[in-house]
């Protein structure tokens, strides 16, 4: 599709909350449609408002008496179709990552090998540094220029488009000397090939000779812009007679040489004389460079034209080249210790699974312990400084015979000989303090290892394992280690395979309530029931919940699923009551991923708004261990739920250490003895004192007393005797569906009656 200008809003400006590309002191002016020649600019791009900006950044762009029409293509499919029938697009602005990560390079694949486009500019654009082209397909593709969006001002758009639309015309119009431009194509990507400025400026003063026919041999200087006043320039590279070690400064006997590079300079284009040629490269990133190449005949206006292609050829190059390092470096390399990062150290590790040397190989990932407190506490200036510290130390004292990379955060990677990535000597780097402005630091670590020859995956794979055996390490004991095992991995596939299955048993509706009664010890009259999750799958069997329950909490499923279970049990509690069972209360287990998730109070008040179920008759139960965590946190949660008017139990009463002061502050409403106590008050005088204590610790705090468990008539009688006034258990009902439990009531209301 074509647009000569951008569509705007009423303000007359571009929609866009998150424009890549950002305006410097532009005023905005909309385009008028031209009727004459254009020069055609395809902007390729799966983002709207890109087409959007750019095309507006562009509108009154003329260049060499043309103004822009834009063709827009919104993914790389559609951008095929409209390069199959149109063949003079000049400039193509092409997204790297669009439909998939390498979507962009693919399409470059099709212009220059399927469609034969060689004349086409390509300027490659992406929001994801990440994503930069490997050094191999800007080389083959003939990539004009990159660039990351957020670089892209509408100076620096402008700028770029232009010198790519000058090349453009400048190759279609010297079609006669194909020749020197398939010579000045094969220099761009051979010089995109070279890495740093020197090498850069050594193959440009080769190519540019090699151009004209002439033996290598020059001077290439740069200087900053906006450094007028410098007294000399930097020699670059050199090459021939001229030669001379890079950076040393053009020696005063050169004063013809200075002369006519600050001449290109001042007057920003090429100077040719009788004897030597002054190219100019006008870099857009703070850098200009002029080469000196002296010439033993007059050149031919072909000549002269060719090199004026060269010298913007190379002028992309300059920024490329630096550019192209930099993200590099920023892909592959950490910022902060200058180590490989994660994804550089995936290469090599894939690299080492290829090999035969996996079978002596091992991965290790080292976790600086307690490190977030040591941010916390001394500032992030400081916690940096010891990254730094830790790092330098690593490579010191292991870097000559293991790759240490920077994982993120406070996560080291060592990888290479296993004799090396062993425990003891990881861990006796961390036995001296680390000494930081001038105070020691003490540092223990945690690792988690994978030997290579025991894994079958991919690199990805192997680092999956050895976060899985640091976790493990965490979880048993600080400063020690642990090491991955086939087993660990067979324990892994199944959480995942089970966390999968109940995502499909949760959306397929397999998972159900059941309700097990609640009842008065004096009159056996039901008082309420408490919803209990039930898994049941497709062939009539059922998951246990101690099986699924984890795997919920693990994965943050049972956000989703809490939320459910609890307006299911207001709807069962509403429907209840219509049944006539008006004082009956609705008991709800919340898990602790529940509790501490930030929107569960109005979670809570949404479902029981939606189910019209009276708070009053809701009892939501938090575990022991739950009410231990986080103190005053949870005191102003619990402080809220009580603004609802929903009343909250302590289950499994008994098998913490509560504090109780601290359990007098949390203003609970109800204690419920754990059937570990329950079960042991007919055999044991220690089972029965603990469940007379609940009973009495219940009673001096005012909260309602529900024992749990209950199997035979014995353990009733005693916890009647010990004054307890409610109970559940099997003795009086199993959990039952919803049908059941309205028939239960009926059944047992009128026996009671």
């Not at 395809?42 to 103004?67: C, K, P, S, W, Y």
């Not at 007059?298 to 292609?309: G, H, K, M, S």
Request: with cysteine.
């Amino acid at each position: 599709m074509r647009s000569p200008s951008p569509p705007l809003t009423p303000e007359g400006s571009p929609s866009d909350a998150h424009d890549d590309l950002v305006f410097l002191d532009e005023q905005a002016t909309t385009s008028t449609p031209r009727t004459r020649a254009t020069w055609k600019v395809m902007i390729i791009d799966d983002d709207q408002e890109v087409h959007t900006t750019t095309a507006f950044a562009l509108a009154n762009l003329e260049t060499l008496g043309r103004t822009l029409e834009f063709i827009h293509a919104c993914s790389a499919r559609e951008a095929r179709e409209l390069l199959a029938r149109e063949d003079d697009i000049a400039v193509v602005l092409l997204d790297v990552v669009m439909e998939q990560d390498d979507a962009g390079l693919t399409l470059v694949r099709y212009i220059r090998e399927t469609l034969g486009r060689a004349d086409v500019r390509i300027i490659l654009r992406t929001g994801q540094p990440g994503y930069a082209p490997e050094l191999d397909a800007v080389r083959d593709f003939d990539i004009n220029d990159y660039k990351t969006k957020s670089e892209l001002t509408r100076i620096k758009l402008f700028t770029t488009v232009t010198a790519a639309i000058r090349s453009y015309e400048q190759i279609r119009a010297l079609d006669a000397g194909r020749q020197g431009l398939d010579r000045i194509i094969r220099a761009g990507t051979e010089l995109m090939a070279l890495h740093g400025m020197h090498d850069f400026g050594a193959g440009v003063l080769a190519q540019a000779t090699g151009l004209l026919g002439l033996p290598p041999d020059g001077v290439l200087c740069g200087r900053h812009n906006g450094d007028a006043l410098a007294p000399d320039l930097s020699v670059l590279a050199s090459a021939g007679a001229h030669e001379r070690p890079a950076g040393d400064l053009l020696r005063p006997r050169d004063a013809a040489i200075r002369s006519g590079m600050w001449d290109a300079l001042n007057q920003r284009r090429n100077v040719i004389c009788t004897d030597a040629v002054a190219l100019y490269f006008g870099g857009k990133s703070a850098r200009e460079c002029v080469a000196w190449l002296p010439i033993p005949r007059p050149l031919t206006d072909i000549e002269c034209r060719l090199l004026e292609v060269f010298s913007r050829q190379v002028a992309v190059g300059l920024d490329n080249v630096e550019l192209v390092t930099n993200l590099h470096d920023a892909a592959f390399y950490d910022q902060l210790s200058r180590l490989p990062n994660r994804t550089r150290l995936l290469e090599v590790l894939h690299g080492a699974l290829g090999t035969p040397t996996r079978a002596h190989a091992a991965l290790a990932l080292v976790d600086l312990d307690h490190f977030a407190e040591t941010n916390d506490a001394l500032g992030h200036e400081f916690g940096d400084m010891l990254l730094i510290a830790v790092a330098s130390r690593l490579q010191t004292r292991l870097g000559a015979q293991l790759t240490i990379a920077r994982m993120g955060a406070d996560i080291f990677g060592v990888l290479g000989d296993a004799s090396f990535v062993n425990p003891d000597r990881i861990l006796q780097v961390f036995r001296e303090p680390f000494r930081i402005e001038g105070q020691d630091m003490q540092v223990s670590a945690t690792l988690g290892l994978v030997r290579l020859a025991e894994h079958d995956g991919s690199a990805a794979d192997a680092l999956k394992d050895a976060d899985l055996a640091l976790k493990r390490a965490k979880a048993h004991q600080r400063g020690g280690h642990f090491t991955f095992s086939r087993a660990m991995g067979a324990e892994m596939r199944e959480r995942v395979r089970m966390m999968h299955a109940l995502r499909a048993a949760f959306a397929n509706k397999e998972l159900t309530l059941a309700y097990q009664p609640q009842v008065n010890l004096a009159t056996r009259q039901p008082m309420g029931a408490e919803a209990l999750l039930r898994w049941q799958r497709p062939d009539g069997s059922f998951v246990p919940p101690d099986r699924f329950i984890p795997i919920a909490e693990y994965s943050g499923l049972i956000i989703e699923i809490g939320q459910w279970v609890i307006e299911t049990a207001c709807a069962e509690l509403v429907r209840l009551r219509a049944l006539g069972h008006r004082a009956f209360t609705m008991s709800v287990n919340v898990s602790q991923v529940q509790f501490r998730h930030p929107y569960f109070v109005d979670m809570l008040r949404g479902a029981l708004a939606r189910t019209q179920a009276p708070p009053e008759y809701l009892h939501l139960e938090i575990t022991e261990s739950v009410a231990m965590e986080e103190p005053d946190t949870l005191i102003r949660m619990l402080a809220q739920i009580k603004e609802t008017g929903v009343s909250i139990a302590i289950d499994d009463f008994g098998t913490g250490f509560s504090s109780l002061s601290y359990l007098q502050r949390l203003q609970v409403d109800c204690l419920k003895i754990d059937r570990a106590f329950v079960s042991e008050i007919t055999e044991s005088a220690r089972g029965s004192s603990i469940a007379e204590m609940v009973v009495q610790l219940g009673r001096n705090l005012g909260l309602s007393i529900v024992a749990e468990g209950v199997e035979d008539e014995r353990q009733a009688q005693v916890l009647e005797a010990l004054g307890c006034p409610y109970a559940q258990g099997y003795l009086f009902s199993r959990p039952i569906t919803p049908q059941q439990l309205a028939e239960w009531l009926a059944t047992h209301n009128a026996h009671a009656a």
